[in-house]
């Protein structure tokens, strides 16, 4: 692929895999648990049961549209909703640490390519920037924290997460952001990602080319979104560059 100069990357079930470990209920009991802690610090009074039932629950609830909405919720309209209860209002830098917390057992079980690091400065040695175009509903800081946990964080020369645009996948808004904040054209660059829908087929409307990582074996002459190459591991990529 020629007259490339930057790889962008998915980040869940492509760079990183969130899903491993522990099922994400029992992470997620684990982390109102951590939650609940830093919380402690500031009212010993606020309970474990407290916190879910009215933080998590209704934070759950309140964006359980994201995905066909295509938006993200502001996590601290949530949890400071839920302080005032106890006359708490929390800064936006006190949210993202208490989201941090939330989310340990997350980052702690991320799993990746055993030479994800080496793959990545390979590319990087290659002459290629890195970037990093997800969806998440969490802090960007937070899922920044995953990056340095796999220790490819200083390897990736910009992030763009759809939680501090306020848009996800599939808007081509977002990739169009990250094009613009990397200073090249639609043409000079690669998506790499796991879903045709979110990750493929925009990059392709604005005339990106796009390699699809698929673990699975199936029929591609059946595909109606036709990604320029295929690959079953990030290190595959490197026959193409």
């Known amino acids: 692929m020629k007259n490339i100069k930057v790889i962008f990357f998915d980040m869940g079930?492509?760079?990183?895999?969130?899903?491993?470990?522990?099922?994400?209920?029992?992470?997620?009991?684990?982390?109102?648990?951590?939650?609940?802690e830093y919380l402690n610090r500031f009212d010993e009074n606020i309970t474990f049961e407290d916190v879910k039932n009215n933080f998590y629950r209704i934070w759950m609830d309140g964006i359980k549209d994201r995905k066909s909405k295509r938006i993200e919720y502001p996590i601290e309209s949530f949890l400071n909703g839920f302080l005032k209860r106890y006359d708490l209002t929390f800064s936006l830098e006190q949210c993202i640490q208490a989201i941090h917390c939330f989310y340990k057992e997350y980052r702690e079980q991320v799993r990746f390519e055993d030479n994800i690091y080496e793959t990545l400065k390979s590319i990087k040695e290659k002459g290629y920037k890195i970037g990093v175009i997800s969806n998440t509903c969490y802090y960007d800081e937070v899922m920044k924290e995953c990056f340095s946990k796999a220790k490819i964080y200083e390897l990736v020369d910009n992030f763009i997460f759809s939680y501090s645009l306020k848009i996800g996948k599939p808007n081509k808004k977002i990739f169009e952001t990250a094009i613009e904040q990397m200073g090249i054209s639609p043409k000079e660059a690669i998506m790499v990602g796991d879903s045709l829908e979110s990750d493929i087929k925009p990059a392709l409307q604005l005339g990106m080319k796009t390699i699809w990582l698929k673990n699975d074996i199936i029929n591609d002459t059946k595909l109606e979104i036709v990604p320029h190459g295929k690959i079953s591991t990030i290190k595959e990529l490197l026959s193409y560059i």
Do not use: I, P, R
């Open 13 to 36: 079930n492509t760079l990183l895999h969130f899903h491993y470990g522990q099922s994400d209920d029992e992470k997620d009991m684990q982390g109102l648990v951590y939650l609940t």
